[in-house]
């Protein structure tokens, strides 16, 4: 693990560890607050982030934002990163070794960060940092505490654009977040 974000962020820079690396423009690492009490972790880039570097900056970004803005969550106050650092094929779910591939990579952000609460944002980033056994369907909006952390899982932003029901389960979500919040600052 390394202890500096300057150290991690050099570790990743020329990644080889997944077939991913061969057609990415960028790495995906994060962006954000690295001080945040409040981590969201998605799955991987789409196509614009995969060309501009940075995670949520397409339309599921744009929506997220947009609830952000709703429920008084300021972007540049959190910390944004993904399971996995560089685009899926077509937007495809990563695989279970692509994923593996990049964990050690979130666990390290994770540790840098020291969140209070981690939102995980769709199926994929449940699975992969909390278990297989999690589904997000029944999972979703359900306060997980585990090693000292409040999981919040919730839908993907990208769900939201093509089920636009979500989005009242996703703002509700997002106030949940900021209650516990409120009542863990105000310990």
């Given amino acids: 693990m390394y202890k500096t974000w300057e150290d991690l962020e050099k570790s990743i820079i020329n990644c080889q560890k997944c077939k991913l690396c061969k057609q990415r423009q960028n790495i995906v690492f994060g962006t954000g607050n690295k001080e945040a009490d409040i981590m969201f972790i998605g799955e ?6 995969d060309r501009l570097g940075e995670p949520f900056v397409g339309r599921a970004g744009k929506l997220m934002n947009m609830a952000f803005d709703v429920v008084g969550i300021k972007r540049e106050e959190v910390y944004i990163a993904n399971v996995v650092k560089c685009r899926p094929p077509g937007n495809r779910n990563p695989e279970d070794d ?5 964990l050690d990579y979130l666990r390290n952000q994770v540790i840098l960060v020291k969140p209070k609460i981690i939102v995980l944002l769709g199926s994929v980033a449940l699975k992969n940092i909390l278990g297989k056994e999690y589904g997000i369907t029944a999972s979703r909006g359900k306060i997980i505490e585990k090693k000292g952390i409040i999981y919040i899982p919730t839908w993907h932003p990208a769900a939201l654009l093509r089920d636009e029901n979500k989005k009242v389960d996703f703002i509700r979500d997002l106030q949940k977040v900021l209650n516990e919040y409120k009542m863990l600052r105000d310990k």
């Fill in 44 to 49: 991987g880039p789409g196509a614009d982030e």
């Fill in 98 to 102: 692509e994923a593996n591939s990049c």
